[in-house]
């Protein structure tokens, strides 16, 4: 999954929770989120653009500590 946005990202598809963590270290949870999204983040050529264009603003977040 080479990205030079998204380090790694896990889906939680229990409570609907997409983890991403960054290249800076910073961790977010991406909150009720259809594995359906999930499933086409993992396909998408640009991880960074899918999270700006398709989750970023839609879906609410809490950022781990």
């Given at each position: 999954?080479?990205?030079s946005v998204v380090a790694h990202?896990?889906?939680y598809p229990e409570s609907l929770t997409l983890?991403?963590?960054?290249?800076s270290g910073?961790?977010?949870d991406y909150?009720?989120?259809?594995a359906s999204i999930y499933v086409a983040m993992?396909?998408?050529?640009?991880?960074?653009?899918f999270l700006n264009t398709f989750i970023k603003g839609h879906y609410p977040f809490?950022?781990?500590t």
């Open positions: 999954m080479p990205s990202m896990d889906y983890r991403i963590t960054f290249t910073k961790v977010y909150l009720h989120v259809p993992k396909k998408s050529g640009s991880k960074g653009i809490k950022k781990r």
